[in-house]
């Protein structure tokens, strides 16, 4: 550990003075002094990260959920935040979320400075306690691998020890912050109308959100995460022997007529930016039953009998509300285009909203831009949206200017063996607090 902690402080430790900067770094005093007590403060960082991660919080281990919230909670009462939870209905069976407050983000009298911010992470992760262990475990001196480690406990970790710089240096008294830990998102509670609830209304009171998802690197965020939706499709045909299949008589059959819809869906919509649909399951035959809640379907099918019935299931991804709207007309236009002796329909289900680009996303990226060539890490762009899907954040990005991806590097995340990038880690964290200080100024 110790070998860890030197080699990333050397990593960091690099200056470069210009006499048109404020200092090294084009730093000013106080955000030298918040980048000074990070440095200060990595090993105890990393010793929260191993205490978080060796906690199983699977979205549905309501306990492991609200163990993980705990200790950020402490974290964030260190940090001279105000914290509570907010429970949700017994039948959604999820832990609930942490919020926690700085007194001038609750205090109407109080005086602010800056932007009201609201900070975004998330306490669960994919893995459930009957999937194998995968304990705090350092691969090399730079590398560690753990369950959540860096979607999204590492980037729990960057949001609250930024917090705690700023605290340190009196910087959070005047500053409008709150911070919001959801305890699902990756499996949300339904309706998400209650489990969103509060996380939406809270977020309407401020100006500009800061997502924690992982980090695509020191110089890359996003401006912008696609949404995703769902799609059914229904057709029902005559049925028959198969020796009358594509006469006027008999027609072509519920399977045929499924398999040129869904082609034609690859054929007029697969070349437009951004937008991507997917069948997930496709089952068709003589006799057929497919179950809803369990995504699972059976089916007998003799090869001489025209199938009477198919079912398709998938997901649509967008960029935009507009995008997604259009790209249902065109599928509804498709699929209204019936094979003789075939009915088909089709039906849409709302999931997470897109984060569309806009304007206000730019500007939060701007002082970013800013932040990282100040810390002489050089310029910061917008990501290119294919690479994120949705999150909590694309729930609020209606209502304000939001930019995400601004937690822990690493990869594989979802899968056995997830890592977090070490040597980046600090970094990450700096970059958070100074983003935090200059918007609140």
Excluded at 193 to 218: H, Y
Excluded at 266 to 289: A, H, W
Excluded at 315 to 326: G, I, P, S
Excluded at 383 to 404: E, K, L, M, N
């Amino acid at each position: 550990m110790k070998q860890l902690i030197i080699i990333a402080l050397a990593v960091i430790g690099v200056t470069t003075v210009n006499a048109q900067t404020k200092g090294p770094l084009g730093l000013n005093k106080e955000e030298q002094k918040i980048i000074a007590y990070i440095d200060a403060n990595m090993p105890r960082a990393i010793a929260l990260l191993k205490e978080t991660v060796n906690i199983n919080s699977g979205t549905l281990n309501v306990e492991g959920v609200k163990k993980v919230g705990a200790i950020f909670a402490r974290e964030l009462a260190n940090a001279g935040l105000n914290t509570q939870w907010v429970g949700l209905p017994d039948s959604l069976k999820r832990a609930g979320h942490l919020v926690a407050t700085t007194n001038a983000a609750t205090t109407s009298a109080a005086k602010t400075k800056g932007k009201k911010l609201f900070l975004i992470g998330h306490l669960d992760t994919v893995f459930e306690p009957d999937m194998p262990a995968n304990p705090f475990t350092m691969l090399n001196d730079s590398t560690a691998t753990g369950q959540g480690v860096n979607d999204t406990k590492g980037g729990n970790i960057v949001a609250v020890i930024a917090l705690q710089a700023l605290h340190a240096q009196g910087l959070l008294n005047e500053a409008a912050i709150t911070a919001y830990f959801t305890g699902d998102e990756e499996k949300s509670g339904r309706p998400v109308s209650v489990s969103r609830k509060d996380f939406i209304e809270r977020a309407k009171q401020t100006d500009i959100a800061l997502g924690f998802e992982g980090a695509n690197g020191l110089n890359t965020i996003a401006t912008a995460r696609r949404g995703s939706s769902g799609w059914r499709l229904e057709v029902k045909a005559k049925t028959g022997h198969s020796l009358g299949v594509f006469t006027k008589s008999a027609g072509y059959g519920a399977i045929y007529e499924a398999a040129r819809i869904v082609n034609e869906f690859r054929e007029q919509l697969s070349t437009e930016k951004y937008l991507t649909f997917n069948p997930g399951v496709f089952i068709g035959g003589s006799e057929m039953q497919y179950e809803e809640a369990t995504v699972t379907g059976t089916a007998i099918g003799k090869t001489n009998i025209i199938s009477p019935a198919a079912t398709v299931t998938g997901d649509l991804r967008f960029l935009t509300e507009a995008q997604k709207v259009n790209a249902r007309i065109k599928m509804q236009k498709i699929v209204a285009q019936n094979l003789a002796g075939t009915k088909a329909t089709i039906t849409f289900s709302d999931g997470i909203p897109s984060m569309a680009p806009t304007e206000g996303n730019n500007n939060i990226l701007a002082v970013i831009d800013g932040v990282t060539k100040d810390m002489g890490l050089g310029a910061t762009v917008a990501g290119d949206p294919a690479g994120r899907g949705a999150g909590d954040i694309s729930y609020i990005a209606a209502y304000v200017s939001c930019v995400d991806g601004l937690g822990a590097s690493g990869k594989g995340a979802h899968a056995p063996g997830e890592t977090i990038n070490l040597k980046e880690l600090p970094l990450l964290i700096k970059r958070a607090a100074l983003t935090m200080y200059r918007l609140t100024r």
